[in-house]
């Protein structure tokens, strides 16, 4: 099975902290994402990697950066926390199939609380 | 740009009773589609998926969904719920947009089962 691991399921920090989220995948997948859960909301993409060291912009990439320098890792970085990114944020992999066809992997989630 | 509609955000079901949880989607070309489930506290699990072929799909935990092109709809459906399905579910339509695999999630739909 698809290990996906998030590094950390619950984290505090204080506003203007540089937050760094870890997720690491076992199973050689192309592509890796990251996700904001927030009630209501549904999942909201904030970046995605198809390849080691290319990111892409998803829906909501304002006050975040990502770093892919290995294959298996993908990390999420908060470079100035403020209190609205507290949230669930939800790290996916999957392999690079014909017409996107191929399910996304799930982690277990880090919710994060900014102070 | 494909988009996901959930109407229903909250339902409550009795153990043992049949369950349908409704998913419209628009996208203009042939739709990869998806069922995920979310325990509490927990990361997005596969239900089932919708590639082609016959359109009443089998996941697990018995579940099932019908695609209806027709009517732009995926919904889901189990003839008799267990207390263990409490839980929110996710619709989801997968494609790919700009040479990129994108998955466009709805807002989901909160399972709530009762004795």
């Known amino acids: 099975d698809v290990k996906v691991t998030q590094s950390s399921r619950y984290l505090v920090k204080r506003t203007g902290e540089k937050v760094f989220l870890e997720c690491v995948q076992d199973m050689d997948h192309e592509n890796m994402f990251w996700y904001r859960q927030d009630p209501g909301l549904g999942l909201r993409l904030i970046y995605f990697?198809?390849?080691?060291?290319?990111?892409e912009k998803g829906d909501i990439p304002e006050g975040y950066s990502v770093s892919r320098e290995k294959k298996e890792r993908f990390s999420l970085i908060l470079e100035s926390a403020s209190t609205n990114q507290t949230s669930m944020y939800l790290c996916?992999?999957?392999?690079?199939?014909?017409?996107?066809?191929?399910?996304?992997?799930f982690g277990d989630g880090t919710r994060l609380s900014i102070l | 740009a494909q988009s996901v509609t959930q109407p229903d955000i909250h339902i409550t079901v009795s153990e043992g009773a049949s369950l349908e949880l409704r998913c419209n989607y628009s996208?203009?070309?042939?739709?990869?589609l998806f069922w995920y489930v979310q325990s509490p506290g927990q990361g997005l699990q596969l239900l089932l998926k919708y590639f082609s072929g016959d359109t009443l799909v089998q996941g697990i935990k018995g579940f099932e969904a019908e695609f209806k092109r027709s009517q732009s709809s995926f919904n889901l459906r189990k003839p008799s719920v267990h207390w263990s399905d409490a839980a929110e579910y996710f619709c989801a339509v997968g494609a790919f947009s700009g040479g990129y695999q994108k998955v466009t999630f709805g807002t989901g739909t909160k399972l709530q089962v009762i004795p």
């Open positions: 996208y203009g070309a042939t739709p990869y």
């Open positions: 990697s198809y390849d080691v060291k290319m990111k």
């Open positions: 996916a992999s999957s392999r690079t199939g014909t017409q996107g066809n191929q399910p996304q992997h």
